[in-house]
């Protein structure tokens, strides 16, 4: 993640994704989420994402409105000083297009294409692959494929791996079963167990010395 995002700020083509990507790996929102943004669903000054639908491009080309993936997708999710720096900054690169696109009654979208339309999933999509297509031709070590959803994923397996208690992480990705979420953390493999250990070692050694101190000062 560090090594993808270092180079999308660096690059002169895709530097001004930047900020969309660092979001999508900080907030774990599905692509059709962020795409559906518009400027009254971001609260700044309460630092909160109101996400209440979704925006899709059906197969004959028609830009439709949806309701979230699940019940559970409806959420208002908090952001931290980061996220919303970046927000702003595209909400004051955005600038007034001359002519507010309007889909199903919403308009306000963050992102437009050369036609004035609002970005959508593969708009999305074929940016990441030309993204993660010009660092491989940079770079001898490759990068993997990076897509929206492994930016979901990523989120979501740090937000495991720091600890987040189960229930919590389920209502900020939108799943409307525990199960899906409870995969994450069973799937976080043989390093993270690991640090695991050792953290819990850390924490036993700590308490056993201010044990011992305590007795010796007694």
Do not use: W
């Not at 774990?28 to 491009?57: A, W």
């Not at 490759?142 to 209502?171: E, F, W």
Request: hydrophobic fraction near 30%.
């Amino acid at each position: 993640m560090r090594k993808f995002l270092k180079f999308v700020h660096d690059d002169n083509t895709y530097c001004k994704y930047y900020e969309a990507v660092y979001i999508l790996f900080h907030t774990g929102m599905r692509i059709s989420e962020f795409c559906g943004l518009t400027l009254k669903d971001i609260d700044l000054k309460n630092r909160i994402v109101n996400i209440g639908h979704q925006l899709q491009r059906t197969s004959d080309m028609q830009y439709v409105i949806q309701s979230t993936k699940t019940n559970a997708g409806k959420r208002q999710i908090p952001i931290t000083e980061d996220v919303a720096k970046y927000f702003q900054a595209i909400i004051e690169d955005r600038g007034k297009p001359k002519k507010e696109k309007f889909v199903d009654g919403y308009c306000g979208f963050l992102y437009f294409d050369d036609d004035g339309m609002p970005l959508v999933a593969p708009h999305c999509e074929h940016r990441f692959n030309r993204m993660v297509s010009k660092y491989n031709e940079i770079y001898r070590i490759q990068m993997p494929n990076i897509t929206p959803h492994v930016c979901r994923h990523t989120y979501c397996s740090d937000q495991a791996k720091s600890g987040m208690d189960p229930k919590t992480l389920q209502y900020l990705m939108g799943h409307s079963e525990i199960g899906v979420t409870l995969d994450v953390y069973t799937h976080l493999g043989l390093e993270y167990a690991a640090e695991e250990l050792r953290r819990i070692e850390e924490l036993q050694n700590a308490r056993q010395e201010m044990n011992r101190t305590k007795d010796e000062a007694v």
